[in-house]
């Protein structure tokens, strides 16, 4: 029996519900250490004086890291424009000012002392002054005449410092044909990660006098650079392991406690301390210090004739990268190749920006660029639907890209596309030539009874492609390595094996899918591979947990790692090694002008959904019932586990269109707790959701496997503002639908009580 397509338990599991599990916060190693790290609390401000004797004689205090400990103060996964730590001088060399703090989370010191409490009382004893610098707040202030530069030493001079541009055709004809045009401008909000574990690690010397750092991360080997780099040390001086990780979303692909953890063990080390140091934010601490969904703004212009056939687009967006750049160049990429949608546009414009602020850094986040730029697409398709009085479906049949299709970039897609199955597949399991429902009753407050005398019932739809894998000319690569056992005979087979990744497993069940794979490729049972996994000093690099591209990629380098092991086994070989370095189709980088064809993407996913809600037009108040959603996964490897990716990225999404609503002034987070933040609790989120899944083999991937993890999240805020307009007749341009929001928009447009 094939060892994909099955249901397989998780190896994980039973740790995980009993709470066996050792995440980074539950590791105590003997003769731990505890550090602290110190945020500067200056969202824009230079320091002139850092003093830290108070705090370096303080009880329990070992030692006290700052600016000038840290050999190459910068980093940064796309470019070094970040000091490690902020400081008024620095012994090592930088390509970024470090005595500038750009952020509120910016890091000035990391205290280690013998207890937590007292690296934290510690801290509250150093001194520093500080010169206000001017603050630009966000995108308009950032953008104004004259406005500051957060960043003086950028070769932009300006900051709006990475500019992306596609000019297809000829837009200005295309909008002198048009029978009708669509017009309009879309706030973008930040969201939250809210992974379960906040960020943690310890760091100590190995028994090889590696410098090794546990953590929970997306990409051990990024990690390791960074680290290796910070501390000018060879690679092969430090080591990066992963133990089990509590959620990550995008939100653990940049630095957090990686590089001054490492910092604390190397200087302590130094001075004849051989102590392991551990730290763990507070949740307060996490929100506050971490990177965001990026805000936006894009505003766009359609134009179509009037059976609904696009003609051109234009489009001018802005992203919001906050202090530092973390992956903004990258995620504006995907908002760029989408804000036009996955449809057949023959002429376009689009301009794209990301901007500094001194506001939280944006960075990845599921969909990374895709969800913005599904919202603008999606909501701007279902307004051209509106216009021209046809059904939401009707007009995505009219203009979705299929198979050999011409793409944004002006050339083909890789082949495999299959949204316009995945659109049918949606539109008949929601029924959706079905009549209109009648209203729900919605109890808006636990102290009223259920009523449907305000209630307006409306249904959704919006579709969505994204990105498997880096793009725009990354070096993308995967590496396996699989050990076959088994009898010297020269006719035996093998008995078992080992598989040796880096892959990231960050709630995913990606370790279970890799062990599925290996033994599909093998030919062995699951449970005859010993894994292993996350660990720099026995795995080659398999690039990040991102971009929907972890069981695409690995199970190419999988598939790869086998052929060499069985090559090995009939040479006689016992054990018999199979290492392989999967390297995918290459992709380009848009050129300046935007007008030569390029290749931006060597795979894409496909998904569509379909929502039916509820509103309360006197309360604000949204009810989802059902949500339909239909994803060509290509092949599948473990159906629960799909089903848990679908579910989970739907309830994501819910979060992000309808509650959380972080709230950014003047470059400080305002509300960073859950009591402020509202995620989704199992009271709020849909009634029903339905996963139907496609098995359409992508030819390039494993098996015929496509990524699929972030594709649920992209298209549903558009489907729910779909499903608003067909409840109200008011469209919204901005979210979260929050009740005061909802409401608000409702009565501007006349809708409900005066």
Same mark, same amino acid.
């Given at each position: 029996?094939?060892?994909?397509?099955?249901?397989?338990?998780?190896?994980?599991?039973?740790?995980?519900?009993?709470?066996?599990?050792?995440?980074?916060?539950?590791?105590?190693?003997? $003769?731990?250490?505890?550090?602290?790290?110190?945020?500067?609390?200056?969202?824009?401000?230079?320091?002139?004086?850092?003093?830290?004797?108070?705090?370096?004689?303080?009880?329990?205090?070992?030692?006290?890291?700052?600016?000038?400990?840290?050999?190459?103060? =910068?980093?940064?996964?796309?470019?070094?424009?970040?000091?490690?730590?902020?400081?008024?001088?620095?012994?090592?060399?930088?390509?970024?000012?470090?005595?500038?703090?750009?952020?509120?989370?910016?890091?000035?010191?990391?205290?280690?002392?013998?207890?937590?409490?007292?690296?934290?009382?510690?801290?509250?004893?150093?001194?520093?002054?500080?010169?206000?610098?001017?603050?630009?707040? $966000?995108?308009?202030?950032?953008?104004?005449?004259?406005?500051?530069?957060?960043?003086?030493?950028?070769?932009?001079?300006?900051?709006?410092?990475?500019? /992306?541009?596609?000019?297809?055709?000829?837009?200005?004809?295309?909008?002198?044909?048009?029978?009708?045009?669509?017009?309009?401008?879309?706030? /973008?909000?930040?969201?939250?990660?809210?992974?379960?574990?906040?960020?943690?690690?310890?760091?100590?010397?190995?028994?090889?006098?590696?410098?090794?750092?546990?953590?929970?991360?997306?990409?051990?080997?990024?990690?390791?650079?960074?680290?290796?780099?910070?501390?000018?040390?060879?690679? @092969?001086?430090?080591?990066?392991?992963?133990?089990?990780?509590?959620?990550?979303?995008?939100?653990?692909?940049?630095?957090?406690?990686?590089?001054?953890?490492?910092?604390?063990?190397?200087?302590?080390?130094?001075?004849?301390?051989?102590?392991?140091?551990?730290?763990?934010?507070?949740?307060?601490?996490?929100?506050?210090?971490?990177?965001?969904?990026?805000?936006?703004?894009?505003?766009?212009?359609?134009? %179509?004739?009037?059976?609904?056939?696009?003609?051109?687009?234009? %489009?001018?967006?802005?992203?919001?990268?906050?202090?530092?750049?973390?992956?903004?160049?990258?995620?504006?990429?995907?908002?760029?190749?989408?804000? %036009?949608?996955?449809?057949?546009?023959?002429?376009?414009?689009? @301009?794209?920006?990301?901007?500094?602020?001194?506001?939280?850094?944006?960075?990845?986040?599921?969909?990374?660029?895709? &969800?913005?730029?599904?919202?603008?697409? =999606?909501?701007?398709?279902?307004?051209?639907?509106?216009?021209?009085?046809?059904?939401?479906?009707?007009?995505?049949?009219?203009?979705?890209?299929?198979?050999?299709?011409?793409?944004?970039?002006?050339?083909?897609?890789?082949?495999?596309?299959?949204?316009?199955?995945?659109?049918?597949?949606?539109?008949?399991?929601? @029924?959706?030539?079905?009549?209109?429902?009648?209203?729900?009753?919605?109890?808006?407050?636990?102290?009223?009874?259920?009523?449907?005398?305000?209630?307006?019932?409306? *249904?959704?739809?919006?579709?969505?492609?994204?990105?498997?894998?880096?793009?725009?000319?990354?070096?993308?690569?995967?590496?396996?390595?699989?050990?076959?056992?088994?009898?010297?005979?020269?006719? %035996? *087979?093998?008995?078992?094996?080992?598989?040796?990744?880096?892959?990231? @497993?960050?709630?995913?069940?990606?370790?279970?899918?890799?062990?599925?794979?290996?033994?599909?490729?093998?030919? /062995?049972?699951?449970?005859?591979?010993?894994?292993?996994?996350?660990?720099?000093?026995?795995?080659?690099?398999?690039?990040?947990? #991102?971009?929907?591209?972890?069981?695409?990629?690995?199970?190419?380098?999988?598939?790869?790692?086998?052929?060499?092991?069985?090559?090995?086994?009939?040479?006689?070989?016992?054990?018999?090694?199979?290492?392989?370095?999967?390297?995918?189709?290459?992709?380009?980088?848009?050129?300046?002008?935007?007008?030569?064809?390029?290749?931006?993407?060597?795979?894409?996913?496909?998904?569509?959904?379909?929502?039916?809600?509820?509103?309360?037009?006197?309360?604000?108040?949204?009810?989802?019932?059902?949500?339909?959603?239909?994803?060509?996964?290509?092949?599948?490897?473990?159906?629960?586990?799909?089903?848990?990716?679908?579910?989970?990225?739907?309830?994501?999404?819910?979060?992000?269109?309808?509650?959380?609503?972080?709230?950014?002034?003047?470059?400080?987070?305002?509300?960073?707790?859950?009591?402020?933040?509202?995620?989704?609790?199992?009271?709020?989120?849909? =009634?029903?959701?339905? #996963?139907?899944?496609?098995?359409? &083999?992508?030819?390039?991937?494993?098996?015929?496997?496509?990524?699929?993890?972030?594709?649920?999240?992209?298209?549903?805020?558009?489907?729910?503002?779909?499903?608003?307009?067909?409840?109200?007749?008011?469209?919204?341009?901005?979210?979260? /639908?929050?009740? &005061?929001?909802?409401?608000?928009?409702?009565?501007?447009?006349?809708?409900?009580?005066?």
């Amino acid at each position: 029996m094939s060892a994909l397509g099955q249901s397989l338990p998780r190896p994980d599991a039973r740790d995980k519900v009993t709470g066996d599990a050792r995440y980074p916060g539950d590791r105590f190693p003997p $003769d731990v250490l505890f550090a602290f790290i110190v945020f500067t609390d200056q969202p824009h401000a230079r320091i002139t004086r850092l003093d830290t004797a108070a705090a370096e004689a303080a009880e329990g205090v070992v030692a006290v890291v700052t600016a000038a400990d840290v050999p190459v103060n =910068e980093y940064g996964l796309t470019m070094f424009d970040q000091p490690v730590l902020i400081g008024p001088t620095s012994s090592g060399r930088s390509a970024v000012p470090h005595d500038v703090s750009r952020w509120e989370a910016d890091h000035l010191a990391v205290v280690i002392a013998e207890t937590e409490e007292q690296a934290r009382s510690a801290a509250a004893l150093i001194e520093s002054d500080w010169e206000a610098l001017p603050l630009v707040a $966000d995108i308009d202030a950032a953008l104004a005449d004259g406005a500051p530069l957060v960043h003086p030493e950028h070769p932009a001079q300006s900051n709006a410092y990475h500019h /992306l541009v596609i000019t297809k055709g000829d837009v200005a004809t295309a909008f002198e044909r048009a029978d009708v045009v669509i017009e309009g401008t879309y706030e /973008l909000p930040y969201q939250e990660h809210a992974y379960l574990q906040p960020e943690a690690g310890v760091a100590y010397v190995d028994e090889e006098g590696r410098i090794t750092v546990e953590v929970a991360g997306q990409w051990t080997h990024e990690d390791q650079e960074q680290i290796a780099h910070a501390l000018d040390l060879d690679l @092969d001086a430090v080591r990066v392991i992963y133990p089990p990780i509590g959620g990550a979303f995008g939100g653990r692909e940049d630095m957090s406690l990686q590089i001054v953890l490492a910092l604390a063990v190397r200087k302590l080390n130094e001075r004849g301390i051989d102590r392991p140091v551990r730290s763990q934010w507070s949740r307060e601490e996490s929100i506050v210090g971490h990177h965001k969904r990026h805000r936006g703004r894009v505003h766009t212009r359609w134009a %179509a004739t009037k059976d609904g056939v696009l003609l051109g687009v234009e %489009a001018t967006s802005h992203l919001d990268a906050g202090s530092y750049n973390y992956t903004s160049n990258k995620v504006l990429g995907n908002l760029h190749l989408t804000v %036009a949608g996955p449809y057949e546009v023959p002429n376009a414009q689009l @301009d794209s920006y990301a901007v500094y602020t001194n506001a939280v850094p944006g960075g990845a986040f599921r969909g990374f660029g895709g &969800p913005q730029g599904c919202f603008v697409s =999606e909501t701007q398709m279902n307004r051209l639907a509106a216009a021209l009085h046809l059904d939401p479906v009707e007009v995505r049949r009219r203009n979705v890209l299929g198979e050999g299709s011409i793409g944004i970039t002006s050339t083909p897609l890789p082949a495999g596309v299959s949204l316009p199955e995945v659109i049918e597949e949606c539109a008949i399991e929601a @029924d959706w030539e079905a009549p209109p429902r009648p209203p729900a009753a919605i109890g808006a407050f636990a102290s009223l009874p259920p009523t449907t005398e305000a209630s307006r019932r409306g *249904r959704g739809f919006a579709c969505a492609y994204k990105n498997i894998g880096f793009s725009f000319g990354f070096p993308e690569r995967s590496v396996a390595d699989i050990v076959l056992h088994g009898s010297d005979d020269a006719d %035996a *087979r093998p008995t078992s094996a080992e598989l040796y990744l880096a892959g990231a @497993d960050v709630g995913q069940g990606a370790h279970l899918a890799f062990l599925q794979m290996a033994a599909e490729a093998t030919g /062995l049972d699951v449970e005859a591979i010993t894994p292993g996994f996350s660990d720099t000093a026995t795995s080659g690099d398999s690039g990040s947990a #991102s971009a929907s591209r972890l069981s695409w990629m690995t199970g190419n380098a999988i598939l790869g790692a086998a052929e060499e092991a069985e090559k090995a086994w009939r040479d006689g070989d016992r054990p018999a090694r199979g290492h392989f370095r999967y390297t995918p189709p290459p992709t380009e980088m848009l050129d300046p002008d935007g007008r030569t064809p390029t290749t931006p993407n060597f795979a894409y996913g496909y998904v569509a959904e379909a929502v039916d809600l509820s509103v309360d037009v006197e309360t604000g108040h949204i009810v989802v019932h059902d949500v339909v959603c239909a994803i060509d996964v290509g092949r599948i490897i473990n159906p629960q586990q799909v089903t848990g990716q679908i579910e989970g990225a739907v309830i994501q999404a819910h979060g992000y269109c309808l509650s959380e609503n972080l709230v950014v002034i003047d470059g400080r987070v305002m509300n960073p707790r859950f009591s402020g933040y509202l995620i989704p609790g199992i009271g709020d989120i849909p =009634e029903q959701v339905r #996963s139907v899944m496609l098995e359409i &083999p992508d030819p390039r991937g494993p098996f015929g496997v496509r990524g699929m993890a972030e594709m649920p999240l992209m298209p549903y805020a558009p489907a729910i503002v779909g499903a608003l307009y067909d409840a109200t007749g008011v469209w919204f341009d901005s979210f979260p /639908l929050t009740p &005061p929001r909802v409401r608000a928009v409702l009565r501007a447009a006349g809708v409900g009580a005066s």
